[in-house]
């Protein structure tokens, strides 16, 4: 059995003692020094793996203000404090080995929005999407583009300056920032704005830190101005980080915002951030242009930017490539038709936008112009298309967004890394520039793909490391090194939109004579060099050094003491590459449930893998071998282990400290959903690295009784149906339910339906698919046959589901056959019973492979059930994979069969789509629209997460508030939305179950929408 883990980094007594203090003198928000969450909050995008002390998550500015104060004490000035927004930096612009401040879980309000002076308030912990989404009814935007802006805030984009398409337009973060509110470390708030002479006077005169801030900063400014003026090149990305050549703006005010934008945490607490917004253009235009080569689509560019687009973005053949590999292609494919007899390498995305149709047409018509004139000519385009309108353009967007993470989700060992990733140089030396790059990169083997802002000279560039060979890590060096110079020649920057973070190490060489300067500043915020230390710059007078980007540890370094087997037998979860996708803000998107409710970065993808990670370097510090141990657990009978797991259950009741609990805490509360598998970028797949942590977990500690009960009842389903009445009664009773809810685990067991699918099928005449049923299908028939696998919940607990579906089949034109029914396992697999999950997949695939090699197909109707055959039957099982089609996968395909049943109906529905089977089968939902379409109805989509339930998870007790806030976040609004009554659809068992306990809705499957309409026209 896997051995008690807890040899753990403890909390240093230095921040003990701080948090200690903290808690007595009333911080309001979330303190934590456990392991496990110190842990997670230990990386971020980058190389690098800092564990922090603890992580602190103020409630309000007053929780700030304390923190500030305590850390200037005499026994605290050696406390380190880094604030962290998203957590999405690419250098380890948030990591710390002191205490993380997370901003993000509750200082996320938007305080005020004036629309008619287009500026908004906000709490630094706002995400940027989560803004945007709130100015959209007022038709305004915050402009500063980001691809992370799903999950980055306010706060870390205002503290990186952070910009992305569309900069060239709109420009940095920097350029929307009105007026600021931070928190200094001696406790004092100031807010920030441009400040006139008088004013700046009368700031000055004072006695307190905000007067030495103002007249060090002035000071700066007017000694030194002719050789800022010198220093900074002529770059729409120009140098952040207390930006110099900004102190004073254009009317020669003094503004403090601009030398705290791009400050990295380094000069305070950011709290509030008045912003300056947009009108959101009426609609937009992307012209998708192909090219043969990259260095075509980038020297081409510099001709296109003569059309005077909004934007132009370029990816090369490499991500392109892997664009083709995921789902997200399904919905871009069309404005990338492939050329005939050549290939595509490199494509540019020119964006127009407008307040008008007819003023879109013209300025696209430009473009046209050009590309008709030049495409097919050498070093022009192969061809191009349009896509026309938001929607459209959105499409491709989101397509460019996800770019970086299908470069993480290479194929092997070396995965690309950021370190490199964002230099700038002017636009028009970009193409001989990225030609240098590349020969750099090419001269030592590596691997990379390309993409970025051309209009602004960025290109973002990842080369593929393997940071676990320490060879191969020291190569960080030598490029960086080597692009230093490169960047040099070219007037360029290494940090053209991501901030510094641990690249700061060359801070004082791009800054030469000036970074004396910086120095200065930074001492008149944070003398005693407490704020996130070693970015940016270090106190004039402090002799600690900025941090070197080889001598802070890297996850690399960690990784590499994690067994090789061990590595491989989880590498679903081992490439998580920190970028944070998994973090995503929007309700209405199915990425990941437990992190939405409970906004704890241990529940969440991220958290879970990170977890994973370290819970094996821990068992491999103690030379355990997971794969053998696994093995172990297979074999070793239940009575055998049963004296030593109690012996150790007790000592965990007795709080006993293992880390083995604190990842058992964090896998308890997910739901198995597989959104992380069918979203994240680098597919990382929670469920089943927790199954297999279970199946070894379980090996040390009792199981709860839950367990046993959730694992068997597929099992005993069959026998419990012809004892309804036994089954039924009972578990109403009160004395039952209190049993099921405090001693088993579980509550509001559902019902054995009143009808048994067996009788129903002899009613109606429905086949079983027998052998022998089968051998006597005529030609016509067969041609038409589908054979229905069951799953245990809707054919014990939803019957009526089953039979509609079956007799909507007929009316359809198929000859529907049900195969008798056989467990799935996917209780099983969920609760790490791995090896009676093998077996059960081994017996139902035998049968499953039998009927299919009749060549009739074979359908399923719950999603997660239907799609374990495809997904954990592959994994566990050797041989050819079943393929149990989802339902409407099926009936797209044989749209022919029921082309002639179209009802010239009025009657639109809604569908909330089921969360594994959106992410997990992307074109579920476009395939019932169509399907529905040829019927005559029509199908919208009402886009929601999660509904809570996920199989059994909702019925477990103690997820009860877990599950009912997942079911409010998203699901609740359209529910109860009295116009939807009567109109909303859903595929699964679970969202049915979770709506009929909430609402007492019943919701119908689409198939008994089907036979609903069509049964109504025939009537
Ligand atoms: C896949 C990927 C794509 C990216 N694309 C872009 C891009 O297109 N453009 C771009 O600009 N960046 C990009 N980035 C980088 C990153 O997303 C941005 O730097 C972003 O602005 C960071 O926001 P965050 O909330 O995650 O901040 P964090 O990473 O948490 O913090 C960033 C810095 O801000 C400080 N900070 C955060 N909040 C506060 C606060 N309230 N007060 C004081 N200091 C604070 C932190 O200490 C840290 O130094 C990308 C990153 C990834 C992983
Ligand atoms: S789990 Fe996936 S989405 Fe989340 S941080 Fe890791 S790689 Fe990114
Ligand atoms: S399975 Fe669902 S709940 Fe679990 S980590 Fe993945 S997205 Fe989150």
């Known amino acids: 059995m896997i051995p008690r883990l807890h040899e753990i980094s403890n909390t240093q007594t230095l921040y003990l003692n701080f948090l200690r203090r903290l808690e007595k003198d009333g911080f309001k928000g979330d303190i934590s020094p456990e392991y496990s969450e110190r842990v997670v909050s230990a990386t971020d995008n980058s190389i690098y793996q800092v564990l922090p002390q603890g992580i602190v998550c103020p409630k309000n500015i007053d929780d700030l203000v304390l923190l500030a104060r305590l850390s200037q004490e005499d026994p605290f000035q050696q ?86 398409q569309g900069s060239v337009m709109y420009g940095k973060t920097r350029d929307h920032v009105l007026a600021l509110k931070t928190v200094l470390l001696d406790g004092t708030v100031i807010n920030t704005a441009p400040v006139e002479s008088t004013e700046l006077t009368q700031l000055i005169s004072g ?26 090149p002529p770059l729409n990305r120009c140098l952040t980080g207390y930006d110099l050549a900004h102190i004073r703006d254009e009317q020669q005010r003094i503004n403090l915002n601009n030398v705290l934008c791009g400050s990295e945490g380094t000069l305070g607490f950011i709290t509030e951030a008045k912003l300056n917004v947009l009108q959101i253009p009426k609609t937009s235009a992307l012209v998708c242009v192909q090219y043969g080569d990259f260095e075509t689509s980038l020297r081409d560019a510099q001709a296109l930017m003569a059309c005077h687009p909004t934007s132009i973005e370029t990816v090369d053949s490499k991500v392109l490539g892997l664009a083709k590999d995921d789902l997200i292609w399904n919905s871009v494919a069309q404005f990338f038709p492939e050329p005939t007899g050549q290939t ?42 349009i896509a026309w309108g938001h929607e459209q353009v959105n499409q491709v967007w989101n397509m460019r967004k996800k770019s970086v993470g299908f470069l993480g989700n290479a194929q092997s060992e070396a995965r690309p890394i950021p370190f490199v990733e964002d230099t700038a140089v002017p636009p028009e030396n970009l193409a001989d520039y990225i030609m240098e790059f590349r020969a750099i990169l090419d001269e030592y083997n590596l691997q990379y793909g390309m993409f970025g802002h051309v209009d602004a000279g960025v290109l973002h560039v990842r080369p593929a490391l393997d940071m676990k060979d320490p060879e191969q890590e020291k190569m960080v060096r030598v490029i960086t090194d080597r692009l230093v110079s490169l960047i040099r020649k070219y007037n360029g920057l290494l940090w053209g939109e991501h901030g510094k973070g641990v690249r700061s190490e060359y801070a004082p060489d791009f800054f030469g004579n000036l970074y ?300 529907p056959m049900v195969m008798p029914y056989m467990a799935n396992g996917k209780p099983l697999h969920v609760h790490g019973f791995l090896s009676r999950f093998q077996k059960t997949a081994f017996k139902t695939a035998d049968k499953l492979k039998k009927l299919q090699n009749t060549g009739i197909p074979l359908i399923g109707l719950d999603p997660s059930t239907t799609l374990t055959y495809r997904a954990e039957y592959q994994k566990y099982l050797e041989g050819n994979p079943v393929n149990v089609m989802l339902i409407q996968e099926f009936l797209s395909e044989r749209q022919d069969v029921f082309a002639d049943k179209t009802l010239h109906s009025e009657d639109a529905f809604h569908i909330l789509g089921h969360c594994t089977e959106k992410t997990n089968a992307a074109s579920s939902i476009q395939q019932w629209q169509q399907v529905f379409k040829v019927i005559g109805l029509t199908l919208n989509e009402i886009k929601v997460g999660c509904c809570g339930m996920a199989g059994t998870f909702g019925h477990e007790t103690r997820n009860q508030d877990i599950s009912r806030k997942i079911y409010e976040l998203s699901w609740q609004g359209p529910v109860k939305n009295p116009k939807n009554q009567g109109k909303l659809l859903t595929t699964g068992y679970s969202c049915r179950s979770q709506v009929k306990r909430y609402e007492h809705q019943i919701l119908l499957h689409p198939m008994q929408q089907i036979l609903k309409s069509l049964s109504e026209t025939n009537d």
């Open 516 to 815: 004396p300067q910086l120095q200065k500043i930074k001492q008149a915020f944070d003398p005693r060099n407490q704020l996130n230390p070693g970015k940016i710059a270090t106190p004039l007078e402090s002799p600690v050094q900025l941090l070197k980007i080889d001598e802070v540890a890297t996850r690399g370094q960690l990784d590499r003491t994690i067994e090789q087997d061990s590595w491989q037998q989880y590498s679903e979860s081992m490439y998580c590459n920190g970028n944070g996708a998994c973090f995503n803000y929007d309700s209405a998107d199915a990425m990941c449930p437990s992190w939405k409710a409970t906004r704890i970065r241990k529940y969440s993808p991220k958290g879970r893998s990170s977890l994973i990670r370290e819970w094996l370097r821990l068992l491999s510090d103690k030379q355990v071998d997971t794969v053998q141990e696994s093995g172990i657990a297979n074999y070793i009978s239940w009575p055998v282990s049963f004296i030593p797991r109690l012996f150790n259950t007790l000592k965990k009741h007795n709080g006993e400290y293992d880390f083995n609990h604190e990842v058992y805490d964090a896998m308890s509360t997910c739901l198995a959903c597989k959104s992380c598998t069918g979203s994240c970028p680098i597919k990382v797949d929670i469920p089943e690295s927790r199954a297999k942590f279970l199946h070894l977990y379980h090996a040390r500690y009792l199981r709860p009784l839950k367990d046993y009960l959730i694992g068997s009842l597929e099992f005993l389903m069959p026998t419990l149906a012809l004892w309804k009445d036994i089954y039924n009664k009972p578990i109403r009773w009160t004395p039952v339910k209190w049993f099921l809810r405090h001693v088993a685990g579980m509550v509001d067991s559902p019902l054995i339906s009143d009808i048994s699918l067996k009788q129903e099928m002899k009613k109606h005449q429905l086949p079983w698919a027998t052998a022998l049923n089968i051998s006597r299908l005529s030609k016509e028939q067969k041609s038409k046959a589908v054979i229905y696998v069951q799953d245990a919940f809707t054919s014990y607990f939803d019957t009526q589901v089953v039979v509609d579906t079956l007799l909507a089949l007929r009316a359809l034109g198929f000859h």
């Open 79 to 164: 406390v380190v404090l880094s604030a962290r927004g998203g957590g999405t930096g690419t250098n380890g612009q948030s990591l710390t080995d002191g205490l993380v401040v997370d901003i993000s879980k509750h200082m996320n309000t938007i305080l005020e929005i004036n629309a008619d002076e287009r500026w908004v308030r906000v709490q630094t912990g706002v995400v940027k999407d989560q803004l945007n989404a709130a100015l959209k009814p007022y038709g305004l935007f915050f402009a500063p583009e980001l691809s992370t802006s799903n999950r980055a805030t306010i706060g870390g984009m205002i503290n990186t300056d952070a910009s992305g």
């Open 207 to 232: 006695q307190d830190r905000i007067a030495s801030i103002y007249q060090t900063v002035a000071d700066i400014y007017d000694q030194h101005r002719e050789e800022i003026k010198a220093l900074f």
């Open 344 to 385: 595509v390498a490199g494509i540019n995305l020119v964006e127009y936008t407008a307040d008008t149709d007819e003023e879109l047409k013209q300025k696209v018509a430009v473009i046209q112009k050009e590309l008709d004139a030049t495409c097919g000519k050498a070093g022009k385009a192969i061809q191009y298309a």
